[in-house]
């Protein structure tokens, strides 16, 4: 299997999903004014449409109030990180700003996959050993792609 490392450099698609993470809260309010009945345990349910895909999604007040609370927690904390990448100027500097402002995202909404990247971090290896080396850079590369995946989904769920 060979390795293909993540990108971490922003794409426009990035840099724009914290803003629309901003606007999750509004997003729950409006679907809570739209929802069109209860379930059969009488639990209330919130029926929205995504419109790329036309996938009926179903989310109760409860869910939506929890998803609300744990994004805006990670737009307050993680400002700044978003800031340094709306301003950073080159590809190096894009690219460590980018994976803080992941970093910081997941410690709120993908706690397991954070700590899984800051055991893979601090793990010591052998750095005279090259396999061990090779494995700890695929270990931590992998836990980064985890996590980034994690929080990608949690910002499509968001959105929802």
Same mark, same amino acid.
């Given at each position: ?66 998803? /609300? $609370? ?12 978003? =800031?340094?990448? @709306?301003?950073? %100027?080159? &590809? ?13 995202? /997941? $410690? ?12 893979? =971090?601090?793990? @010591?290896?052998? %750095?005279? &050993? ?31």
């Amino acid at each position: 299997e060979v390795f293909e490392p993540l990108p971490m450099m922003p794409t426009e698609a990035m840099k724009a999903q914290v803003g629309e993470s901003e606007k999750v809260w509004e997003n729950i309010q409006r679907s809570v004014r739209e929802r069109e009945g209860k379930n059969k345990d009488g639990e209330e349910e919130l029926k929205s449409t995504v419109a790329a895909s036309a996938v009926e999604v179903k989310m109760t007040d409860e869910e939506a109030r929890n998803v /609300a $609370k744990t994004f805006a927690a990670a737009i307050g904390d993680c400002r700044d990180a978003k =800031l340094a990448v @709306d301003k950073c %100027d080159d &590809d190096a500097e894009c690219a460590r700003a980018s994976l803080a402002l992941t970093m910081c995202l /997941a $410690k709120v909404v993908c706690p397991l996959q954070h700590s899984s990247v800051t055991k893979s =971090l601090n793990a @010591d290896y052998d %750095d005279e &050993d090259e396999k061990a080396e090779t494995e700890y850079n695929a270990r931590l590369d992998k836990a980064l792609e985890n996590m980034a995946a994690c929080v990608a989904g949690a910002n499509e769920r968001a959105a929802i």
